[in-house]
């Protein structure tokens, strides 16, 4: 891992948990209210959530368009070096063996 890719990971992981923590403070509170102001409480997790929720599909989004990039880089890196790829496969394969065959 990048330490850009860990401190991402780690930045996405605390707006995770301040979000839930809030959310479960606010529940709290609503489930001693009671009439306007349970609602209200209520109304705020919901918009809460929706928020966490959307800031993870934004995130997942980001993700898969990283994915692909790799991917299509990956392709295209074969194409351009087919032997050299082969040559990768081929000693990937051959260490995973002797891996596998420790066990």
Not at 29 to 41: F, V
Not at 78 to 94: F, K, L
């Amino acid at each position: 891992m990048t330490p850009a890719t860990d401190s991402t990971r780690a930045k996405i992981a605390d707006e995770f948990a301040t979000a839930m923590s809030e959310a479960q403070d606010m529940l709290q509170r609503a489930a001693s209210e009671t009439g306007d102001r349970a609602r209200d409480l209520r109304s705020q997790v919901e918009t809460k959530l929706l928020h966490a929720k959307m800031r993870m599909q934004e995130l997942e989004g980001e993700a898969v368009d990283r994915a692909k990039n790799a991917a299509r880089a990956t392709d295209d890196y074969v194409h351009d070096h087919p032997w050299q790829a082969v040559g990768i496969a081929a000693i990937v394969g051959v260490v995973v063996g002797l891996l596998m065959n420790r066990r």
